[in-house]
Structure formats: C-alpha cells, structure tokens
C-alpha cells in the first residue's frame, strides 16, 4: 500500500542530493554516510533487519540512481515500511529529478485510516539543503491577492498542471499552519493562501464560484483530465474538471479539536489519497535504472561489435534486442488497457457523481419558489399586507393577485417568475377579482380533485367554461405556441397546455390567461404565465 509518493526538481548536483540521502540513513543503519556505498552500483546492505539496496548508472547521461531501504515498525516488527528514493539528471546543467516513494509492504488492518504521513527528515532535508525548481509543486507557499488571482486561475484551468492546489481561506489562520502545510506537501501539492487584507467577494469574483475558498476554509483543486471516447480514441478528448473537495470552517475547527494529529496531517491525508497512484506511476524506480544499465551497456556491445565487423554477433545482438522490445512492447500495452480500464471506472464514477450533483441542484432551484412563499406567510410581508388591503379596496391587480394565493397556499401552489413577469403586463386587466377567484378554485377544489385521482373529470364541474385541459391541435402542432407556453421547471423544459381563460378579445384589459401545470412529485400547482392570451402566428 502506497503511503507517500512525491516528485521533486531539485536545483542540486547529483552526487550531493545523493549525499543528503547518505546522511539521513547513516544514523538509522548506524553506519558512517561515506561508509554506505551510496555513490556505488550493486550495493547491498543488511544490519539489525533492515535492508539498504542501490542500484547506479552514471557511465553517461542521463545519470539515474535507485535507493531502497527497507525497515520494520517500531510497534509491529513483522510488518515492513519500504522507502525507495529515485533520481534522474538528464545533463549537468539540468535540474535532479527526485521521486520519493513510502509503502507498506501489507495493507493489514493494524494501518491507520486516514493515513498520517511519517514524520521522516528526508523530504524536508531535500526541501532545505537544494533550491526547488519553480514549476515544481510546492516548491514555495504563495501569498493570494486581487492582483495575482487571474494567475491562480491561469493555473487552475492550464492542462499543462499535473499536481493538485490546495486553496487556503483567510479564515483558517487558527487552525492550520500555511508554512507547515507546504513543507508537508512539498512535491505533492501547491499550497495557495489568502492574503489576510485580500477581499474575498473580489478573489471570488475573479476565481468563480467553483473555485473560491470564500464557502470553505480549505478547497482542493485536482488537475484537469482528458475525457477520451474509448470507443472513439481518435477524437479529440474533453477536458474535464475532477470535483472539488474540502472542509468548511465548522469542519476545520471540529478536527482541529477531535483529532489527536495536527489539522496539516489531515489535510495530507485528503490529498494522498488524489494524488499517491498517479505520482507512483512517474516513480523512477530500481527497475528503470537496471533496464536503463542493461539497454546502455546492451548499446555498447552493439557498437563495439559494429566497429570490429563482427556482423553475425550484431545480428544475434539486434535479435535479442527485438525480443526485449516485443516483451516490453506487450507490458506497455497490457498497461495502457488497465489504465484505461481504471480512467473509464473513474470517469463512470464522476458522471454518477455529476448527475447527482445536477439533481440536487435542480431540486434546490425549484424549492426556492416554495421557500419564498413559506417566508412570506411566515411573516408577513409589507408587500403581501399591501396587496391584501388592496384587494379589501377592490383596487388590487394581477401582480396582487398572485402574491397573495402564492403566499397563503404555499404548500399548494409555486408561482414562478414569468407569471409574475406576465401579469405586471397585464395591470390594466380588469377583473383580477374574478382571477383571484379562479386561483382560489385552482388551490383548494381543483388542487384536492387532482390528488384524489379526479382532476380533469372534476374540473369543468369546478370552473365551467374557463377551464381548458389543453389546446387546439393547431396550438400544439405549432412551434412557437409551444416555445411560448414553456417553462423551465427542476431543470427541464415544461410545456403547460392546461390553462383558465376569462374574455377571447385580444385585449389586454378584457382577456386573461392562466398556464399552469401539475407536479404529480411534490403535489404541487405550477403557474408559468398569468396575463394575455398568448399568442400562436
């Protein structure tokens, strides 16, 4: 089981990133550094149940260098913690490529979950004793601002960005240590904070809602993924936002208090689990540096027997090396099919967890009407007490008119906006009485004939001749009759047939229109238009 996996760019010679991994081990082996034999290939070395194996290539360029020591739990001796250090520079002027990679050699149930990373000396050694290349994770703790958010954004959303970010609130200060998080994270993550004078609204402004830590203390950003049609890899992928995760304030402070680790570790633990198996797949591990050995002295062999003219050893040489190449050739592909078996099992789950998002929004959006109501009749408002004198005085419109069944038959009845929007055109109609009527009928008889299985039987009965169960064939053949008497409703298109009707001029005083429908979910009497008749030509 994977515990840490980093990656580092390290502004360091070689043998001197070498040397700070010498000095770590040195006292855990109880050995002097020099007399380790890190700076040889083949070493192996076995002391007090603890193992140390390196494997080296440093005949050329690239220079790799695989380290790994192997120790058992100071509590549970049988169980084994296995660090491999890799290392890669491609020239002498590049920067050292380190890979750090921490595993249990079992996932036995004495593991702690949530995984705590081991407080080893070696990455926060890396980190001090060389100079991190810039576009390395974590390779610094930046400061968030107004000016500089368009950047973090460039970085959010840039494909190039294989690592996560962790966006840190103004409001976490008390509880989490910016500093120590970026030292814990360092080659994992970039730790983003706020600055404490930034404006939040601003930065939010800026970032987008989906990406603003103003709602949670602490924000993870993952890395953007291409979305490939397996069925059609040749298409061009979609680019696609992993979701985000975090704690709120209320979260932070609850661990700050419940967990015994500090809240850096937790925070850990949350990335680990994101990022551990993609950075072990970029590990340079001890058998990249033996394949790399064995192809470059391989390579020699071939050239040394080119320059002699032993022709029939360099055939026999290109055989075995196209041999090697068909067995790799099938690793690889086995690899690419799991890799594409597991990106497709991950991308079945974030559709699942998309649609379920999208639900909840859309069930929120529609309980928004409903809360409206029920605030406004929970305390009355001085717009529901105006439109209830008003309608005393018989002086009320349709706007009033609406207000009020709306409010008084919240658990009955949603209005939405275009309805509102549709009777503030029709003010001059003059019968909102008998509308008023109308809805009151819609609210109660019909509402209740309706849950009882009886709506339409019982509707003309209820309101005569105003009552119209749907259109003509020629309205609902037409396109534009239908495009008018749509709503969206829980996030689909609603298209509402079923209306009241008062006068046939096309007058706006004399006619009046009331287009509604019936959610057979919530029990609800949806009214999406109540003013002139609509038109169809």
């Keep these: 089981m994977i515990v840490y996996s980093a990656r580092f760019r390290l502004k360091c010679d070689f043998d001197h990133v070498v040397q ?221 936002h992993i979701p985000m995760q975090g704690y709120t304030l209320e979260e932070l402070r609850s661990l700050a208090e419940a967990v015994a680790a500090p809240p850096e570790d937790e925070l850990y633990a949350l990335v680990a689990r994101h990022v551990n198996t993609r950075n072990s797949l970029r590990h340079i591990s001890r058998e990249q540096v033996v394949e790399h050995k064995q192809r470059s002295e391989f390579r020699a ?98 706007e009033d008119v609406l207000t009020l069944v709306e409010t008084f038959f919240r658990d009955r009845v949603i209005v939405l906006d275009e309805a509102f929007d549709s009777a503030r055109e029709s003010r001059l109609f003059k019968a909102p009485s008998e509308a008023l009527r109308l809805l009151i009928e819609l609210a109660t008889r019909y509402w209740e004939a309706v849950v009882y299985g009886n709506g339409d039987t019982d509707a003309r009965e209820i309101f005569g001749q105003a009552y119209a169960a749907r259109e003509s064939e020629m309205v609902e053949n037409n396109r534009r009759a239908r495009d008018l008497r749509t709503r969206r409703y829980k996030g689909e298109n609603i298209i509402m047939h079923k209306h009241l009707k008062i006068g046939v001029k096309d007058s706006l005083r004399d006619t009046l229109r009331i287009h509604f429908y019936w959610d057979a979910d919530d029990q609800m009497i949806v009214i999406g238009h109540c003013g002139k008749h609509l038109d169809h030509n």
Aim: hydrophobic share 35%; with cysteine; charged share 25%.
């Design 20 to 240: 700070i991994v010498a000095e770590w081990l040195a006292p855990k082996l109880r050995e002097p550094a020099y007399a380790l034999g890190l700076n040889a290939d083949g070493t192996l070395l076995e002391t007090d149940g603890q193992t140390l194996q390196t494997n080296r290539w440093d005949q050329g360029w690239p220079r790799l260098q695989s380290i790994v020591y192997t120790a058992p739990d100071p509590h549970t001796p049988d169980h084994l913690w296995i660090t491999e250090i890799g290392l890669r520079q491609v020239n002498p002027d590049s920067a050292t490529e380190s890979t750090v990679l921490l595993s249990s050699h079992d996932d036995g149930p004495h593991l702690v979950d949530p995984i705590y990373p081991l407080r080893q000396n070696l990455v926060p050694d890396l980190l001090r004793y060389c100079t991190s290349a810039q576009d390395a994770p974590g390779y610094d703790l930046r400061e968030l601002t107004e000016s500089n958010a368009p950047d973090l954004l460039a970085m959010i959303e840039s494909t190039e960005r294989d690592y996560p970010i962790v966006l840190l609130g103004p409001t976490t200060r008390p509880y989490v240590d910016a500093q120590h998080l970026q030292m814990t994270l360092g080659g994992i993550a970039a730790v983003v904070s706020m600055a404490a004078d930034a404006d939040p609204n601003r930065i939010g402004s800026i970032l987008g809602d989906r990406f603003a830590s103003t709602r949670s203390a602490v924000n993870l950003i993952d890395p953007i993924i291409s979305r490939v049609d397996l069925n059609h890899p040749d298409q061009r992928p979609d680019r696609v």
């Design 301 to 398: 062999r071939k050239l040394e027997a080119l320059r002699k003219g032993e022709t029939r050893q360099y055939v026999a040489l290109l055989e075995e090396e196209n041999q090697e190449l068909n067995i790799k050739c099938q690793r690889l592909t086995q690899a690419l099919c799991d890799e594409r078996a597991t990106s497709r099992s991950t991308l079945d789950t974030l559709r699942d967890e998309n649609s379920q998002l999208r639900s909840q929004i859309e069930n929120l959006n529609a309980s928004l009407h409903y809360d409206r109501a029920q605030a406004a009749n929970d305390a009355l408002s001085e717009a529901v007490r105006a439109a209830f004198v008003r309608c005393g005085k018989g002086e009320a419109d349709l």
